[in-house]
């Protein structure tokens, strides 16, 4: 149990735990490309958590899979919740998992263009606004720095609650590796309903395929039933940002210009 609780301690060893119980039966290939440390630190933390019990291994042909073994922590479960409290445990253990239930939305894209210049499209707040509702990004794409969203616009109330001093969202730079990927947090402010949603996370992912690249955005880290005027608008910038790359042209549906003034 001293082992099992060792294992436990460290968030990494927690995270690969969690990618098993997403997706069980992963090779270290797979597992090494969703952290942020070498190979050889990946391998140690497996080594440790096979040592402990909590994953078991096991050969196909060339390969090694791992899978998560939950039966350590139904031993520690057992040791200290008795069979009367049990139900009423487990009965909170819902609650709790229902309130703090999450959402996620992907979305993808194919555009004929290059990575360079779909990170240039991405992190340019000219160009932004050319097909995010008219809402320019502007941040230097550090981690740890600010990003806003911004339109161009002075005081006042652009209708529907909407608030009118300009800035529309704002979040923190988490991670970016130009062009290739980029996480940011999100907060919208354009109205008090979205702002109450509070902060989520959007992943951009930039793939080259052949003389195209395949664009994955995933919105996650949302309240199970958000405001879908969070997530609601993707579809759109994306098909803005498609046709702008490719064509050089604008969408003049509604919803881009938004903010745009035109």
Known sequence: MDDVFRALADPTRRSLLDELFREDGQTLNALEARFP????????????????????TRRRGREKLHFLNPVPIRLIHDRWVSKYAE?????????????????????????????????????????RAKYNFGA??????????????????????????????????????????????????????????????????????????RDSCRLTVTHDQLREGANDQIYGGWPMILSGLKTWLETGQLLTTPG???????
Not at 37 to 56: P, S, Y
């Open 37 to 56: 440390i070498t190979r050889f630190g990946v391998m140690k933390h497996l080594k440790q958590l096979e040592e402990a019990g909590l994953i078991v």
């Open 256 to 262: 881009s210009l938004m903010y745009s003034g035109a």
């Open 136 to 209: 320019a990004a502007n941040s230097d794409w550090k981690p740890g720095s600010r990003m806003e969203l911004a339109a161009p616009l002075g005081d006042g109330v652009l209708g529907d609650g909407l608030l009118g001093d300009g800035l529309l969202g704002e979040g923190e730079i988490i991670e970016a590796e130009p062009p290739v990927r980029l996480v940011h947090t999100m907060t919208a402010l354009w109205s008090e309903d979205v702002k109450r949603e509070g902060a989520s996370r959007v992943t951009w992912e930039i793939e080259p395929v």
């Open 87 to 127: 139900p009423w445990a487990a009965g909170l253990s819902e609650i709790k998992q229902e309130l703090e239930k999450q959402m996620e939305k992907v979305f993808e894209i194919y555009i004929r263009t290059t990575p360079e210049r779909l990170w240039e499209a991405i992190t340019d707040p000219d160009i």
